[in-house]
């Protein structure tokens, strides 16, 4: 089975400073029929606006995966990290039994483009933690670069507590990858810019696409793409 959305079927929320697309029901949005993906609970694309961005708020008990697109975000918490995230790096951070931080547009002038995604992890009140670690355009050229992993097993530097696994890639037009899905796996696959036929299936700069019961996802970009998998289990500890 492969679901595609298109891009104009995410909910769409627009701030004086935030234009923000929800996959799955977030804060005021609720839908029954787009709440989580196994345990894939929040995909939110946002474009945050100069010198603008979230104050400081509460998560707990859950794996919060930040990707940068384009632009600089500046993240602070109250475990004592402070640090700017840069486009092509990725930040986890396990909120367990509660972390408070701010995440801003790091720029002055520039607009934040980034994609923010919840897991649940596989155990409550696990002890606060905070990574990130940058990918180059070149690591992820034409192939589907793994950037992170659960806990122990990761093959990857960043690690978290949900036995998910994330892809980035970026195809030059023509390139094909292939990804193997394993008994009792399914993925989530979203364009960030580009166009890609997925499986026989067309997908743009915006897309997404859950995929089930399939062995294989194969991708060949239409033209120069940016991409990100996620690799899910079907059935998972919460």
């Not at 840069?86 to 483009?113: C, D, I, W």
């Not at 409550?124 to 180059?136: A, D, E, I």
């Not at 980035?168 to 394993?182: F, R």
């Not at 399914?186 to 062995?215: H, P, R, W």
């Amino acid at each position: 089975m492969q679901e595609l959305i298109k891009a104009n079927e995410h909910y769409k929320n627009e701030m004086d400073w935030l234009t923000t697309y929800h996959h799955f029901s977030f804060g005021e949005y609720y839908n029954p029929e787009k709440h989580d993906y196994g345990p894939l609970r929040v995909f939110n694309d946002d474009t945050i606006k100069a010198g603008t961005g979230f104050e400081f708020h509460q998560h707990r008990d859950m794996e919060i995966v930040t990707y940068v697109i384009d632009g600089a975000l500046r993240h602070r918490d109250n475990l004592g990290n402070d640090g700017i995230i840069e486009a092509g790096e990725m930040q986890r951070m396990t909120a367990g039994t509660g972390v408070f931080h701010s995440e801003y547009n790091a720029s002055k002038t520039n607009p934040l483009r980034l994609l923010q995604m919840w897991v649940f992890p596989d155990k409550k009140g696990l002890r606060p933690s905070w990574q990130q670690k940058k990918y180059t355009q070149e690591d992820r050229k034409n192939k589907l670069l793994q950037v992170i992993g659960p806990i122990n097993n990761s093959g990857s530097e960043l690690s978290i507590h949900q036995n998910a696994l994330f892809y980035l890639s970026s195809l030059d037009s023509g390139k094909k990858v292939e990804h193997i899905l394993e008994s009792g796996r399914k993925a989530y696959l979203f364009v960030i810019d580009g166009k890609i036929s997925m499986n026989g299936k067309i997908m743009e700069t915006q897309d997404a696409a859950k995929i089930e019961n399939a062995n294989t996802v194969s991708i060949e970009a239409e033209k120069t793409t940016e991409l990100i998998l996620i690799d899910l289990p079907e059935k998972y500890n919460q």
